[in-house]
């Protein structure tokens, strides 16, 4: 069992940053070969993904973010973090992480709020 732990979250203004950080339950072995994953959400949509780190390190994003948004983890901490840079109001969402492996784990998410 994997249990994930989202935190960073908060109140920023367009144009500032955040990094937010997810904290694994898993063994070392277990963690680093999850595919981790970014969602967020907002109220009446369905979740979307954000990017991605593969267990080498690779990294994927969806357009909006790219260029402002940086996926990276340490395997050593057990940890992932997204780095969100020139953040927009359409930013604002609710922030979970994700572990893909045999079976898929959920954090319980953090909220993002970007004023304008």
Do not use: H
Request: aromatic share 8%; net charge positive; proline share 3%.
């Amino acid at each position: 069992q994997v249990q994930l732990v989202e935190s960073g979250g908060g109140l920023v203004q367009a144009g500032g940053s955040l990094r937010l950080s997810c904290a694994a339950s898993a063994s070392g072995s277990i963690f680093s070969i999850l595919t981790m994953d970014w969602y967020r959400q907002t109220p009446g949509k369905q979740r979307e993904l954000v990017g991605s780190i593969s267990a080498a390190g690779s990294t994927a994003y969806i357009d909006p973010v790219k260029g402002r948004f940086t996926i990276s983890r340490d395997n050593a901490k057990k940890m992932v973090y997204l780095q969100m840079n020139s953040l927009k109001p359409e930013d604002t969402a609710v922030y979970y992480c994700s572990g893909r492996g045999v079976n898929t784990y959920w954090g319980q998410g953090t909220q993002v709020t970007v004023s304008s």
